[in-house]
């Protein structure tokens, strides 16, 4: 497939996988997907998982990414993680704004907005999650929420800031529901995002941005998907927690 944008394809484990279980799934993932270099791959474990994940992946065409961060640096914060302790592990990428964290934790654009400055203040590339609920769609919300979140927290980044924050797209109907985005509808929402980008910032910028695409993301659709003009990449739960159903995502996609 030929894009500007290198796809970038990640695995969001949520609350899932051991240590044990976590090494033995990005074993299989290595073994599957060593030759692949027309995708950048990302695995994102829990916490706990990231140390040994980070050693087992050295030397690998994988990447690391965590599922949070606090905005803080240091200091008096029980139960938070800050970019500093990420970077320990080499890790280069950090989910944001993930709605089931917009649902349970109520984290705001306002808050996303500063977690993703502090990561770029720490070279870790936020994968930045912004979608409407099902509501939302069918009251014709959709693209108000959608210029709300973008606006919200992408606010006072720098240009090259922008170029290196990665978006997901996830609608919120869309995430471990089965029920995937159409093409068209994945399009559709992608090109509004990159014209939100594009008033913020300028063309230029809107064009090297990657929009990654989630909700429900499967070898069988992948294909379809990733050869939308404006898709670049998914965000994948469910099948990213199994080695097959992920690497065949990555070779469906090339
Ligand atoms: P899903 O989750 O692939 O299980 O729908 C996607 C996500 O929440 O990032």
Known sequence: MDK????????????????????????????????????????????TALSEVSKAILDSNIRLGAQNMSEQNVGAFTGEICAGMLKEFSVRYVILGHSERRQYQRESDELINKKVLAAHAASIKPILCIGETLAERESGA??????????????????????????????????GTGKTATSQQAQEAHAYIRSLIAKFFDDATARRVRIQYGGSVKASNARELMGQPDVDGALVGGASLEERGFADIVKNSI
């Open 4 to 47: 500007e944008r290198k796809l970038i394809i990640a695995g969001n484990w949520k609350m899932n996988k051991t240590v044990a279980e976590g090494l033995d799934l990005v074993a299989g993932i290595k073994r599957e997907l060593n030759s692949v270099k027309e995708v950048d791959i990302v695995v994102c474990p829990p916490f």
């Open 142 to 175: 959709m693209q108000n929420v959608l210029l709300t979140q973008v606006r919200g927290c992408v606010a006072s980044l720098t240009r090259e800031q922008m170029e290196e924050t990665i978006i997901a797209y996830e609608p919120v109907w869309a995430i």
